[in-house]
């Protein structure tokens, strides 16, 4: 898996708003904040087949509250992958 990592520059700490993200199927990213300390799993059924995981889409579906799921708990390799990954930002 690829994982997307960046920072929107949103003012939620000293380090902004770091983002790690990964899409796990085709309508569905893992999304890990580690400044809010929240993750979610997102719905995004507009992608095309083998379209890159892309910030803006991340953030258009976290935005507009497109959650499937309010938190990977379930999923503790993911959720510690994302974190690993927004914690280097």
């Known amino acids: 898996m690829k994982v997307l ?3 929107t520059g949103r003012l939620y700490t000293e380090k902004g708003q770091r983002i790690a993200a990964v899409r796990l199927d ?8 580690i400044d809010r300390g929240i993750d979610f799993l997102l719905s ?3 992608w095309s087949e083998g379209e890159p995981l892309r910030s803006e889409d991340v ?3 976290y935005d507009y509250g497109h ?3 309010h938190t990977l708990c ?4 993911v959720q510690s992958m994302l ?3 927004a914690n280097t930002l």
Do not use: C, G, Q
């Not at 085709?26 to 904040?33: L, P």
């Not at 379930?74 to 390799?77: E, F, G, T």
């Open 5 to 7: 990592k960046f920072n």
């Open 26 to 33: 085709a309508e569905t990213v893992a999304m890990y904040d």
């Open 44 to 46: 995004i059924p507009e």
């Open 59 to 61: 953030m258009r579906a």
């Open 67 to 69: 959650i499937k799921k």
């Open 74 to 77: 379930l999923m503790p390799d």
């Open 83 to 85: 974190f690993d990954a």
